[in-house]
C-alpha cells in the first residue's frame, strides 16, 4: 500500500516569474480515488507530472513530496518507475513498438524480469482486460479505445501502487470513455490501487470518485467530498465551477435551490430525486432549452444523392445509399457510432473525398464538377485534429496564407483581424504546434472562415475541450449561423448539440437513420437516451 | 501452415544456420550439375512452403538477372583455349560461356533459396536473433517498425486536409509542387518529433533505461531443433571434408574439363541435396498428422 504526502509543495517554470504551483498540500491515503479538476492552466497536469518522477519537468520547487514516508527523488529509479505507473491523454503517442504483445512486454523488459514471469504476468493481465485476442495485432489497427486500454495494461505490467491519470478519457468517444473508466473503477476497488486521475468532464466520474481536488491558478480551492463539492459549486454561483459538473448535477441546481438539499450527481439519484416531485417528463420539457428555430422548408444547400463509399476494392462499404440534405439555416449535427462513417461522410460532403457511387449536390449541380477554388468559398472543413490544417512556421504565415487563397487583397491585415475577432492575437507569432488543442481548433476555424464558406462543416470540434474552451468555441459558431453560416458537425458530445442545434441526424451502418428536430429526435431514441443518458436527460 | 508445423517452426537459430550453411556450399560448390541440382532442390523447398507463389513473383528479375550474367561474362573475361567465335575481334570462349552459365546457376540458387528465407524467418524470428546480438539496436528496429504504418497514415491524413488549404503535390507548376511537397514532409515531421516526446516519456515512465533490458520474445529450443542442428552440422562437415579434398569443382579454366561427375562429385551433390531438403522432413512430417487425423474422423 502506498500513500502520497504532499507538503507546501511550490513550483515555478524555469522563465516564468509566476509559480505554476503555490503552496500545495495534499495527502492520498492507500487506495483512494482522487480526482484533480481544474481550469485548464491550473497546474493540475503539473502536479500529476510532479508525482511521476520520470516525467517531471524541470523548474525550481520547495516543500517536499513523500511516497511511503520517504522523499519521492530517494527512491531508486527502478523502485520509482515499478511503483508509480502513469497513462496520458493521447492514445497513440504512448504506444512505443509494433504490436500488442510487444507492447504490454515493453515495460518488463525494462526492468529484466525473467520470461516466465513475464510470461505469467501476460497471461494474467490479458485476462483481466480480455485483449487476448488482441496480443497478436499491430497497435495502429486498433481504436482508440482499445489502445487506451492497452496503455494502461501495459503499465499495469509493472505492478504499480499508484496510478496517474492525465485526461486519459478526453481522446475517447463517450462508450469507450465509460468502459475504460469502468476498468479504472475496477482496479481501484479491487487491486487496491490508489487513483489520481485529471479531468475536465466529471461527468461520470464524480460517482465513482471517493475526493475531489480543484485547483485554480496553482493553489489548492476545493479538497474533499464529490458531494461536497457539488455544494460548494452551487453555494459559489460561479460558472466556472459550475461547468465542470456533471450536466445532471448542473440541471438540478438551474432547477433552483429549493428544489433539493443534496445535489444528485448520477442520472439514477436524478431519477429518484425527480420522482419525489411529481411528472418528471412534464418537468423536463418546460426546460428545454433549444435556442434557435428549426428550418423546415429551407432549400436544400448541399445534399448527398445515394451514395456509396469504401475505402478500398476489398473492404466493405463505410457508407451504404446515404440519401441527406442539409438545408440553409441548418445548425445540423450527425451522431453515429465510432466508425459508423461520420468522419468519412463529412470529408465526402466537403468534397475532399469522392464517392464511388452517388454523388454530393452543392444547390443543384454536382459538387465535383465546382472548380477548386469555387469549392473553398462555399465549403469549410475542419478536420478532428486540427493540427492537420496547418503547414506554416506561425499562426499569421497560415492564416496569410489561407487570407491569400481566399483571394483577399490585404492579406495580412484581413488575417489580423481576424485573430482579434477570435481572440487569439496573441498568438500569432506562436509556431502552430507550440498551441493548446483548443487554441488550434479555433485558429484553423478562422483560416477556414477567412474564405467566407456558405456551409461549415465540423468534424468532432469538441473533442478534448475543456469546459471553457467548449463555451468559447460555441460563442463563435453561434455568432457565424447568425451571421447566415450554415452548420454542420459530427460529434459524440449530445449535451452541446442539444443546447445549439436545430437538427439532429443518425448515422448507422452507413446510413441516415434518424432525422429531426433536436426534442422530438432525443425523444424518440430509446438508445441514444441511454447511451447519452445525462445529457439527453437535461434537453427533454 | 501456421508457425507451429513445419519447417516454420524451426527455432530461429536452427533457422539462421540452415540459410548460412546453404548460402555458404552454394557458393563453394561449383559444378554446373551440382548447382542445377541444388537449384532443383530449393525450387522443391519453395513449393513446399506456400506452392511457390513468392518464387513465381520473383521469376522475372531472377531470369534477368541470370541472363545479364550469362551474358557478361563471355563478353568481359576471355580466358580458356577454345575459342567458339570472334565478335568483332574479341574472341567468345567455351570455357567462358561455361563459367556465365556455371556462375548464373549459382546466383539462381542462392536467390531461390533466399526466397524461402523471407518465408521462413518471420519479422518476430529475426528480432529475436537480432535482440541476442544488441537489444538496444532490436528495440530501435522495432520502434521504427511501428512508426513506419503510423508516418504513412498521418502524411494521408495531411495530405487530404493541405489539399483543400491549396497546399498539394497533384497541382501547380513543379516548382510550386517541390515547394507544396517539403512543407508538408517537414510539417509531418515535426508533428511527428512534437509526439515523440510523449513516446520518450510513455518509456521513461515504464522505467527505460533503469538497467539492463530483458526480452520477452521468446522461442524454445526443442528436440526437433537439436536433430535438425545435428543432422545438418553432420551434412556440412561431410561436404566441408569432400570440398577439401578437392571436389565438387568443374575445371574451367585454362581449358573446360568434363561433366562427368566422379565418385567425390557425388558424395558431394548428395550431401548437398540433403542439407537443403533436410527442413522438410518436419513439413512432411506434420503434413502426415493431419493426413491421419482426418481419416480418423
Known amino acids: 500500500m502506498a500513500h502520497f504526502k504532499i507538503q507546501n509543495v511550490t513550483f515555478t517554470y524555469p522563465e516564468e516569474r509566476l509559480p505554476a504551483l503555490s503552496d500545495v498540500s495534499l495527502s492520498v491515503a492507500p487506495g483512494e480515488f482522487v480526482v484533480l479538476c481544474g481550469p485548464s492552466g491550473s497546474g493540475k497536469s503539473t502536479l500529476l507530472r510532479l508525482l511521476k518522477r520520470e516525467v517531471s519537468p524541470g523548474g525550481r520547487m520547495s516543500g517536499s513530496i513523500l511516497l511511503n514516508d520517504s522523499p519521492l527523488h530517494e527512491w531508486t529509479s527502478r523502485e520509482a518507475a515499478a511503483m508509480v505507473g502513469l497513462v496520458m491523454q493521447n492514445p497513440d503517442n504512448q504506444l512505443v513498438v509494433d504490436t500488442v504483445e510487444h507492447e504490454l512486454a515493453f515495460g518488463m523488459e525494462n526492468f529484466g524480469l525473467d520470461r516466465d514471469v513475464m510470461r505469467r504476468r501476460m497471461a494474467e493481465m490479458a485476462g483481466f482486460f480480455g485483449l487476448e485476442p488482441l496480443l497478436g495485432r499491430r497497435t495502429d489497427e486498433l481504436s482508440g479505445g482499445q489502445k487506451q486500454t492497452v496503455n494502461l495494461a501495459a503499465v499495469l505490467m509493472l505492478q504499480p501502487r499508484v496510478l496517474l491519470l492525465d485526461e486519459p478519457l478526453a481522446q475517447l468517444d463517450p462508450l469507450a470513455a465509460r468502459e475504460l473508466l469502468a476498468m479504472i473503477k475496477r482496479l481501484n476497488d479491487e487491486w487496491g490501487i490508489s487513483v489520481i486521475m485529471c479531468e475536465h468532464r466529471l461527468d461520470d466520474l464524480l460517482p465513482l470518485a471517493d475526493r475531489v481536488v480543484r485547483l485554480d491558478c496553482g493553489r489548492i480551492v476545493f479538497d474533499g467530498k464529490p458531494r461536497d463539492f457539488a455544494a460548494e459549486a452551487w453555494n459559489r454561483n460561479d460558472a466556472d465551477w459550475i461547468s465542470a459538473l456533471p450536466s445532471i448535477t448542473r440541471w438540478a441546481i438551474e432547477q433552483g435551490p429549493q428544489a433539493f438539499v443534496e445535489p444528485p450527481i448520477s442520472v439514477k439519484e436524478a431519477r429518484l430525486w425527480l420522482h419525489k416531485r411529481g411528472n418528471p417528463t412534464q418537468y423536463a420539457r418546460e426546460h428545454s432549452n433549444s435556442t434557435v428555430e428549426p428550418t423546415r422548408h429551407g432549400e436544400p444547400l448541399l445534399s448527398a444523392d445515394q451514395i456509396f463509399f469504401a475505402y478500398d476494392k476489398h473492404s466493405p462499404a463505410v457508407l451504404r445509399g446515404v440519401d441527406w440534405q442539409i438545408r440553409r439555416g441548418d445548425w445540423g449535427v450527425l451522431f453515429g457510432g465510432n466508425g459508423s462513417g461520420k468522419s468519412t461522410l463529412l470529408q465526402l460532403l466537403a468534397g475532399i473525398r469522392m464517392p464511388q457511387r452517388g454523388s454530393v449536390k452543392w444547390g443543384k449541380a454536382p459538387l465535383s464538377r465546382k472548380h477548386s477554388k469555387e469549392q473553398i468559398g462555399a465549403i469549410g472543413y475542419l478536420a478532428q485534429s486540427p493540427v492537420l490544417h496547418y503547414a506554416h512556421d506561425t499562426l499569421l504565415e497560415d492564416l496569410k496564407h489561407a487570407a491569400n487563397r481566399a483571394g483577399i487583397q490585404d492579406a495580412e491585415q484581413e488575417a489580423r483581424a481576424m485573430a482579434d475577432r477570435f481572440g487569439i492575437a496573441h498568438l500569432l507569432t506562436r509556431h502552430p504546434h507550440d498551441m493548446s488543442g483548443g487554441e488550434q481548433q479555433i485558429g484553423a476555424l478562422a483560416m477556414i472562415l477567412l474564405a467566407k464558406p456558405q456551409m461549415l462543416l465540423l468534424d468532432e470540434p469538441t473533442k478534448g475541450l475543456d469546459p471553457q474552451a467548449k463555451k468559447r468555441l460555441a460563442t463563435y459558431l453561434k455568432n457565424i449561423h447568425t451571421q447566415g453560416t450554415t452548420i454542420l458537425m459530427a460529434t459524440h458530445d449530445v449535451e452541446f448539440a442539444a443546447a445549439y442545434a436545430n437538427r439532429c441526424s443518425l448515422l448507422f451502418h452507413g446510413e441516415i437513420v434518424a432525422d429531426g428536430e433536436p426534442e422530438p429526435f432525443f425523444r424518440g431514441e430509446f438508445v441514444l437516451h441511454h447511451t447519452y443518458a445525462p445529457a439527453a436527460e437535461r434537453t427533454c | ?297
Request: proline share 3%.
Open chain 2, 1 to 297: 501452415m501456421t508457425d507451429s508445423f513445419g519447417f516454420r517452426s524451426l527455432h530461429p537459430f536452427t533457422i539462421l544456420l540452415y540459410y548460412a550453411g546453404g548460402i555458404t556450399f552454394g557458393m563453394l560448390l561449383f559444378h554446373p550439375l551440382i548447382l542445377l541440382a541444388g537449384w532443383a532442390a530449393a525450387v522443391v523447398v519453395n513449393l513446399h512452403l506456400d506452392g511457390g507463389r513468392e518464387w513465381r513473383r520473383w521469376t522475372v528479375p531472377m531470369a534477368v538477372g541470370c541472363l545479364l550474367i550469362l551474358l557478361m561474362n563471355p563478353i568481359l573475361s576471355h580466358r580458356g583455349r577454345t575459342v567458339l567465335y570472334y565478335f568483332g575481334d574479341m574472341p567468345i570462349t567455351l570455357e567462358s560461356v561455361v563459367y556465365g552459365m556455371t556462375l548464373a546457376l549459382s546466383m539462381l540458387n542462392l536467390l531461390t533459396l533466399f526466397i524461402t528465407y523471407r518465408l521462413v524467418m518471420s519479422e518476430q524470428k529475426f528480432l529475436f536473433l537480432f535482440s541476442r546480438l544488441s537489444p538496444k539496436a532490436a528495440l530501435v528496429a522495432m520502434m521504427a517498425l511501428g512508426m513506419v504504418p503510423r508516418l504513412r497514415r498521418r502524411l494521408q491524413e495531411l495530405m487530404l486536409i493541405q489539399r483543400s488549404r491549396g497546399i498539394t503535390v497533384t497541382e501547380g507548376s513543379l516548382a510550386q509542387r517541390a515547394r507544396n511537397g517539403t512543407r508538408i514532409v517537414g510539417t509531418l515531421l515535426s508533428w511527428t518529433l512534437e509526439d515523440a516526446l510523449q513516446t520518450a516519456d510513455s518509456m521513461q515512465a515504464r522505467g527505460y533505461g533503469t538497467g539492463r533490458r530483458s526480452g520477452y520474445a521468446g522461442f524454445r529450443f526443442r528436440s526437433r531443433d537439436m536433430w535438425t542442428v545435428s543432422a545438418l552440422t553432420a551434412c556440412a562437415v561431410l561436404l566441408l571434408g569432400v570440398w577439401a579434398s578437392g571436389y565438387g569443382f568443374m575445371k574451367v579454366y585454362p581449358n573446360l574439363g568434363s561433366f562427368r561427375l566422379i565418385t567425390g562429385d557425388q558424395v558431394a551433390l548428395a550431401g548437398y541435396i540433403t542439407y537443403l531438403l533436410l527442413p522438410l522432413g518436419w513439413e512432411w512430417r506434420d503434413r502426415k498428422s493431419w493426413r491421419t487425423l482426418k481419416y480418423k474422423m
